[in-house]
């Protein structure tokens, strides 16, 4: 098959690089990563380790089978613009936060969502470290049965990914969203690893911005308790304590943070009825303001 990966981050690469292992891959990224690629291939460290030599450019190709969007958030756009060029037969989006399956499917036919919860580092360009082994869910934005995700699953399963249909995608998205919602601003505001947020008054607001998004996605259709939300928050706490949040990197580094498309969905949503959610997103937001003064 003949795979895309539009964005070379650190997600991007890794899962780049397990496809190279079975498919033509592009891996569609910036300099010096994708310079360094063209040179001496990605090694891949870590959990699993092997180097393997996909593509690497910095312009999309003329064609895929199957493209994986891996850009941050408020890149989604001009991805999709990007990827209409080589019209791909199947498009997934591998985010973080609501609506990028909207933006895609404003340029492109046929897109999944997904959810990707392998942790990775990129930590020089050339080398992406697999920090964790998780899995790939792939399904179609509205949940219910999808034959262009069977064939994706197929695809990433033969590359050795644990990849899964998932025929439930709003919920999975949603319980993500309480996820990051929770994560990402608290441990970014306060500088600190994932793992800080398991007790005290860190974990306090991270569960209660995670319990407002379960409200809003009762409200949307989708049932989703806040128990099992909070349950979602503590369990990826645990598993990914040693993490920085890809928000606490951002915000570490001085460039833009993805909490439009997290926090700042949810407020587009409920507004006055998810006051974690606001002070949080106004807070990263006046962050993002402060950089460089
Ligand atoms: O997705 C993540 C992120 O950092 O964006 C979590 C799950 C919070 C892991 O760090």
């Given at each position: 098959m003949e795979i895309l990966v539009f964005g070379a981050g650190s997600l991007g690469s890794l899962v780049g690089g397990f496809c190279a292992r079975e498919h033509h891959v592009t891996l569609v990224g910036r300099d010096p990563h994708v310079a360094a690629i063209r040179e001496s291939g990605l090694a891949v460290e870590g959990a699993v380790e092997f180097t393997t030599h996909p593509e690497a450019r910095t312009t999309v190709p003329d064609s895929a089978d199957l493209a994986l969007v891996t850009v941050k958030s408020f890149d989604t756009p001009a991805a999709g613009r990007a990827l209409a060029d080589c019209d791909p037969e199947i498009t997934c989006s591998l985010q973080n936060g609501l609506g990028n399956e909207e933006a895609l499917a404003a340029q492109l036919d046929t897109v999944l969502a997904g959810t990707c919860t392998y942790g990775a580092r990129r930590p020089a360009p050339g080398r992406v470290e697999c920090t964790g082994i998780g899995e790939i869910a792939l399904g179609a934005p509205d949940g219910g049965p999808s034959a262009a995700?069977?064939?994706?699953?197929?695809?990433?399963?033969?590359?050795?990914?644990?990849?899964?249909?998932?025929?439930?995608?709003?919920?999975?998205?949603?319980?993500?969203?309480?996820?990051?919602?929770?994560?990402?601003?608290?441990t970014a505001l306060a500088g600190v690893e994932n793992g800080a947020l398991a007790d005290g008054p860190l974990h306090d607001i991270a569960s209660e911005a995670a319990r407002e998004v379960a409200r809003v996605a009762r409200e949307?259709?989708?049932?989703?308790?806040?128990?099992?939300?909070?349950?979602?928050?503590?369990?990826?706490?645990?598993?990914?304590?040693?993490?920085?949040?890809?928000?606490?990197?951002?915000?570490?580094?001085?460039?833009?943070?993805?909490?439009?498309?997290?926090?700042?969905?949810?407020?587009?949503?409920?507004?006055?009825?998810?006051?974690?959610?606001?002070?949080?997103?106004?807070?990263?937001?006046?962050?993002?303001?402060?950089?460089?003064?």
């Open positions: 995700a069977e064939r994706a699953v197929k695809a990433l399963r033969s590359a050795g990914i644990d990849a899964m249909h998932d025929d439930g995608m709003p919920k999975r998205l949603w319980r993500k969203l309480a996820v990051n919602a929770g994560i990402n601003p608290t949307q259709g989708v049932d989703l308790a806040e128990s099992e939300a909070v349950a979602a928050l503590e369990s990826v706490v645990e598993a990914t304590a040693r993490n920085t949040s890809s928000m606490a990197q951002d915000v570490e580094a001085g460039t833009k943070t993805e909490i439009d498309a997290i926090n700042g969905a949810v407020v587009d949503r409920a507004d006055d009825r998810v006051p974690v959610n606001r002070t949080l997103t106004a807070l990263v937001r006046a962050r993002e303001r402060g950089y460089g003064s």
